[in-house]
């Protein structure tokens, strides 16, 4: 069976992206609509090695799409995403719009496949906070394993997951330094060449962000509302690949090597591991991979049943694009070929 998908801010690094995930995993499209605001009616974007044409958001009628994958900010989904429902379409989305909603189920498919389910009472499903993602990814075997108790992460988040403007300022703040012209942030509050920003997102009465409360509400609505996090969520002047120290504290006594073991077998993930200079995953080397990378996995001693890792993945990928398709599949797998 094939489907007719809407690609909602197809003009977006992450609609680039969720197009050429549709392709490259061959999903099964009967028909694909790039769809962006009207400015952007027109131009062009690739699927596989056909172009699209891109059409206007605002005169699209959903009736007859099957899927809508939707990544075009929180104001666009809360306007738009009931209305794609509505007419039929199950709507995937990327934004924080709907993540936190009760009746709406907060998915990644190597986590709590079995939410999807949760679907039919609004007819979307959204995808998590990037940072979010990657990291359940690599707890949810060791939670079934050791049972989770308390999570303390640090990101070092690329300037991708802000958006093109962010990765333009990047290159061009490089570039102003090198060769002595001034540097003005726009995008960002502070100079993000050749520095880092612990600030994503808008503060918080409590002094967090809104990057941080994510990781902590959307873990535990994903994994375990049992579960304890703190996250500190920084800016670093990297172009693509989100990596995070991830310290973790267990109910259940857990070694290094029998938490290694687990996530080689786990879904989803790869263990790169050697104890030697080089032996670890690193930003550059994650892009275009659809793996969560996990490396450093040691005992901490400053806790019972204590355990340290470092955590890098494709931001673009697993916490966008490819999340958002790999739900599609599932929806196609389990539920949509029985509706049909």
């Not at 197009?19 to 609509?33: A, D, M, Q, T």
Request: aromatic content about 8%; charged content about 25%; proline content about 5%.
């Amino acid at each position: 069976m094939a489907y007719k998908v809407a690609v909602v801010g197809a003009t977006g690094v992450v609609g680039h992206e969720m197009l050429n995930i549709l392709s490259e995993r061959g999903f099964p499209v009967k028909e694909v609509v790039a769809l962006a605001s009207r400015r952007s009616v027109g131009r062009e974007v690739s699927f596989g090695d056909r172009t699209l044409k891109v059409k206007a958001l605002e005169d699209f009628d959903f009736t007859g799409t099957d899927i809508a994958l939707f990544s075009a900010g929180g104001s666009v989904a809360k306007e738009w995403a009931p209305m794609a429902a509505a007419a039929g379409a199950v709507v995937i989305d990327n934004s924080s719009a709907w993540r936190m909603d009760p009746d709406v189920p907060l998915v990644v498919p190597e986590c709590n496949p079995d939410a999807i389910a949760g679907y039919t009472k609004r007819g979307i499903i959204a995808n998590p906070n990037c940072s979010t993602a990657q990291m359940v990814v690599a707890l949810k075997p060791l939670h079934d394993f050791a049972t989770i108790r308390r999570v303390v992460v640090c990101t070092y988040q690329s300037t991708s997951g802000a958006g093109n403007e962010a990765m333009d300022e990047l290159f061009n703040q490089t570039k102003a330094i090198y060769v002595n012209d001034p540097v003005e942030p726009k995008k960002f509050t502070k100079q993000i060449a050749f520095n880092v920003i612990p600030h994503i997102d808008v503060f918080m009465d409590d002094g967090s962000t809104k990057e941080e409360w994510k990781m902590v509400v959307e873990t535990k609505k994903i994994l375990d509302p049992r579960i304890k996090v703190v996250a500190t969520c920084v800016r670093v002047p990297v172009f693509v690949g989100h990596s995070e120290a991830v310290h973790i504290e267990f109910e259940k006594p857990i070694t290094a090597d029998e938490a290694r073991d687990i996530l080689r077998e786990a879904p989803g993930i790869m263990v790169q591991d050697k104890r030697e200079p080089g032996g670890y995953m690193t930003p550059v080397e994650c892009v275009g991979d659809y793996a969560t990378f996990v490396s450093r996995i040691r005992e901490d001693s400053t806790v019972e049943n204590g355990l340290a890792m470092w955590v890098v993945s494709d931001n673009l990928r697993k916490g966008a694009a490819l999340n958002a398709v790999q739900i599609a599949e599932s929806l196609c797998a389990r539920f949509l070929k029985k509706a049909a």
